[in-house]
């Protein structure tokens, strides 16, 4: 049996699963990421922006499910992505808090891979340090298909400096 890939590899990039996670950071961006999105989608499209953080690949590799499926081992991790699978396929879709989401680090691809990207599951799209042009293109090319998302897409843009005209986080 072919499982489904993790995400869509042409938009991201996974996080560094050797990072440790920060318990405080990982409770702010889950409360951050859940906002609008559970019980029912009001929020298909969020952005923030934090200041870099060594934990953010450790977080990351908590809410997608990376550190549970290491300490699992093998088989049983086989079959806990397994049920998660399942529960997507489902009459709920798999919406509901606390359930692994898709995190990974934005390649900086070609705005095609933004445009043509529909998350299969929750999902956290990390942007390291962008330019403002560049970042810009991005986050319109994901708000222009955003009423078809299904699912709900964080944006978090990771720059000490922030971005104008978008919230904090942390």
């Known amino acids: 049996m072919h499982l489904p890939r993790r995400f869509d590899e042409a938009l991201m990039q996974p996080p560094d699963a050797r990072r440790a996670g920060d318990a405080a ?9 859940e906002e609008g999105a559970f019980p029912a989608l009001t929020a298909p499209l969020r952005v923030a ?4 953080h060594a934990a953010l690949d450790g977080v990351a590799c908590a809410l997608d499910g990376s550190h549970e499926l290491a300490r699992l081992g093998r088989w049983r991790g086989l079959g806990w992505r ?19 989401w898709d995190c990974g680090w934005w390649r900086a691809a070609s705005p095609g891979a933004a445009e043509a990207f529909r998350p299969r599951r929750a999902t956290l799209l990390m942007v390291r340090e962008p330019d403002a042009a560049r970042a810009a293109v991005l986050l319109a090319a994901l708000r222009a298909s955003s009423a078809a998302y299904a699912r709900p897409v964080r944006v978090l843009i990771v720059s000490a400096a ?7 986080v942390g």
């Open 162 to 168: 922030g971005m104008a005209g978008v919230e904090r």
């Open 82 to 100: 397994l049920q998660i699978l399942w529960r997507e396929r489902a009459a709920d879709g798999g919406m509901q808090a606390g359930r692994p």
């Open 49 to 52: 922006s934090i200041a870099p």
């Open 25 to 33: 950071l990982l409770a702010r961006l889950r409360a951050w990421c």
